[in-house]
């Protein structure tokens, strides 16, 4: 188990090869769908973004609201692919790390290996025992937007996996071919 | 003839819509934990572990399981001899409002699916199925289902010639492409026949049955071992990570169809695969 904090600097991502299991702390940015095709929108009209990109992490969540005396609801990854169209895009203004779970595509993986980015995978539909690695949370951008606004969290020992590497190693496709050969064997 | 006060069945569906959201059904909690027990490969044992942990604490905690606390799909099936005092589908509305209001559970509908994708805020509308049914009963099931292993859904109007082994094909080409994005191990409906617009219901259907139950027929009973053991040899595992338990269950429901065709669904649920019934 490899202990990370944020930030989450070039040095930081080469050291990680897919497979490695990791528990993040440090503060986060939450966003998916609409947040991200705003990011987006903001950059291709030179606006500033509601954080700065560079060495940070985007964790794809719309976290379920909070009960009375909790900070926030189960917060489990969402599917990443719907992202793609503008990771590329976020990841060339020094955005380090994406959380999320799922494949992604050509383009994104291209982008990765060219700004030195990395792909976290967390346990989709783990989502009550996600919430208690978060201590802090504040919706900073796009509130209009409920579960889909950018909240800024501070989480503590967040278990993840590292899915895909800044060399571009995928864990879904060794993963896959390591269990098929240990399965064979048997 | 049976009178039923709308105000009971909104009742009945705000209690649905929370506990569906906090608990599994028990048999697709007896699949996970078998799986979790026959489960080999040290990294999807591993994962497994963390799912039932989840599940514990969702339970003991009343919390969603997932934050992707779904869209309502609702299935109410009425007795030809009961009358509802009121409006259902607004009473079945209003339950799903009012549960996920309570429930503090996400809402994740927009009115609009391209144009206007704005929230609305309170998980309504839900998707209602009805079907009429002799007698005077009205049972109704709330499965909230999550997008992520809806999206990985397919529909294909197949040739007759195709025959069983086209279906087959499909079934596991569907499982194969969505991979780890359907949150594995995951829960499968395959539809087969009626028409374009019937098969894709067919397979929810078949997605939602007990999973210790089985097709009627003994050859689609064999069909759906067979495709099982199949699509759990394909390694993705759980979370995709690899492993052997890619699929908790299979089911296939049949329906006639026309003899030019063999329409096709295949309906994937996450392991959270949730459902909670109730008979008025």
Request: proline fraction near 6%.
């Given at each position: 188990?490899?202990e990370?904090?944020?930030?989450?600097?070039?040095?930081?991502?080469?050291?990680?090869?897919?497979?490695?299991?990791?528990?993040?702390?440090?503060?986060?940015?939450?966003g998916?769908d609409a947040?991200?095709?705003?990011?987006?929108?903001?950059?291709?009209?030179?606006?500033?973004?509601?954080f700065?990109?560079?060495?940070?992490?985007?964790?794809?969540?719309g976290?379920?609201?909070?009960?009375?005396?909790?900070?926030?609801?189960?917060?489990?990854?969402?599917?990443?692919?719907?992202?793609?169209?503008?990771?590329?895009?976020?990841?060339?203004?020094?955005?380090?790390g994406?959380?999320?779970?799922?494949?992604?595509?050509?383009?994104?993986?291209?982008?990765?290996?060219?700004y030195?980015?990395?792909?976290?995978?967390?346990?989709?539909?783990?989502?009550?025992?996600?919430?208690?690695?978060?201590?802090?949370?504040?919706?900073?951008?796009?509130?209009?937007l409920?579960?889909?606004?950018i909240?800024?969290l501070?989480?503590k020992?967040m278990?993840?996996?590292?899915?895909?590497?800044?060399?571009?190693?995928?864990?879904?496709k060794?993963?896959?071919?390591?269990?098929?050969?240990?399965?064979?064997?048997? | 003839?049976?009178?039923?006060?709308?105000?009971?069945?909104t009742?009945?569906?705000?209690?649905?819509?929370?506990?569906?959201?906090?608990?599994?059904?028990?048999?697709?909690?007896?699949c996970?934990?078998?799986?979790?027990?026959?489960?080999?490969?040290?990294?999807a044992?591993?994962?497994?572990?963390?799912?039932?942990?989840?599940?514990?604490?969702?339970?003991?905690?009343?919390?969603p399981?997932?934050?992707?606390?779904?869209?309502?799909?609702?299935?109410?099936?009425?007795?030809?001899?009961?009358?509802?005092?009121?409006?259902?589908?607004?009473?079945?509305?209003?339950?799903?409002?009012?549960?996920?209001?309570?429930?503090?559970?996400r809402?994740s509908?927009?009115?609009?699916?391209v144009?206007?994708?704005?929230?609305?805020?309170?998980?309504?509308?839900?998707?209602?199925?009805?079907?009429?049914?002799?007698?005077d009963?009205?049972?109704?099931?709330?499965?909230?289902?999550?997008?992520?292993?809806?999206?990985?859904?397919?529909?294909?109007?197949?040739?007759?010639?195709d025959?069983?082994?086209?279906?087959?094909?499909?079934?596991?080409?569907?499982?194969?492409?969505?991979?780890?994005?359907?949150?594995?191990?995951?829960?499968?409906?395959?539809?087969?026949?009626g028409?374009?617009?019937?098969?894709?219901?067919?397979?929810?259907?078949?997605?939602?049955?007990?999973?210790?139950?089985?097709?009627?027929?003994?050859?689609?009973c064999?069909?759906?071992?067979?495709?099982l053991?199949?699509?759990?040899?394909?390694?993705?595992?759980?979370?995709?990570?690899?492993?052997?338990?890619?699929?908790?269950?299979?089911?296939i429901q049949?329906?006639?169809?026309?003899?030019?065709?063999?329409?096709?669904?295949?309906?994937?649920?996450?392991?959270?695969?949730?459902?909670?019934?109730?008979e008025l």
């Open positions: 188990m490899i990370l904090t944020t930030p989450f600097t070039k040095e930081k991502a080469r050291m990680l090869k897919a497979g490695d299991q990791v528990l993040l702390s440090g503060v986060i940015y939450t998916r947040a991200h095709k705003r990011l987006v929108d903001a950059l291709e009209h030179n606006l500033p973004l509601p700065d990109p560079m060495d940070a992490i985007i964790y794809f969540v976290p379920a609201p909070a009960a009375p005396g909790e900070i926030i609801g189960s917060c489990g990854p969402t599917t990443s692919y719907r992202m793609d169209a503008y990771s590329p895009k976020l990841l060339s203004v020094g955005l380090r994406m959380i999320g779970k799922g494949k992604r595509n050509d383009e994104v993986v291209e982008a990765m290996k060219e030195d980015g990395v792909y976290f995978g967390a346990i989709g539909g783990a989502g009550a025992l996600m919430a208690h690695c978060v201590k802090e949370v504040e919706v900073i951008a796009y509130e209009d409920g579960t889909e606004a909240r800024r501070v989480v020992d278990p993840l996996t590292v899915v895909i590497d800044s060399k571009g190693r995928d864990l879904y060794i993963g896959k071919e390591k269990y098929l050969h240990y399965a064979h064997e048997d | 003839m049976k009178e039923i006060m709308a105000s009971k069945i009742q009945a569906v705000a209690k649905m819509c929370k506990q569906a959201n906090y608990q599994l059904p028990n048999d697709i909690k007896d996970l934990y078998d799986a979790y027990e026959q489960e080999q490969y040290p990294i044992k591993k994962t497994l572990g963390i799912l039932k942990e989840n599940l514990e604490l969702a339970y003991s905690t009343q919390r399981i997932c934050q992707d606390t779904g869209m309502a799909c609702v299935f109410v099936e009425i007795g030809q001899d009961v009358h509802v005092i009121g409006n259902l589908s607004d009473a079945i509305n209003d339950g799903v409002r009012q549960g996920y209001q309570e429930g503090y559970l809402k509908i927009v009115r609009d699916p144009l206007d994708r704005v929230n609305t805020n309170d998980n309504t509308p839900a998707n209602i199925h009805y079907d009429i049914v002799a007698g009963k009205l049972k109704i099931t709330v499965a909230p289902k999550g997008f992520g292993s809806e999206n990985m859904s397919r529909i294909k109007m197949m040739k007759p010639s025959g069983i082994e086209g279906v087959k094909d499909f079934v596991l080409e569907t499982v194969r492409e969505a991979g780890p994005n359907p949150c594995p191990p995951v829960v499968i409906g395959v539809g087969i026949g028409s374009f617009d019937t098969v894709g219901l067919l397979a929810k259907k078949a997605m939602l049955k007990n999973a210790h139950e089985h097709h009627p027929d003994k050859r689609y064999a069909i759906e071992k067979e495709l053991e199949r699509v759990n040899e394909l390694g993705i595992g759980p979370a995709g990570f690899g492993g052997h338990t890619t699929a908790l269950a299979l089911h049949t329906a006639p169809t026309h003899i030019a065709g063999m329409p096709v669904a295949v309906a994937i649920c996450c392991h959270v695969a949730r459902k909670m019934e109730v």
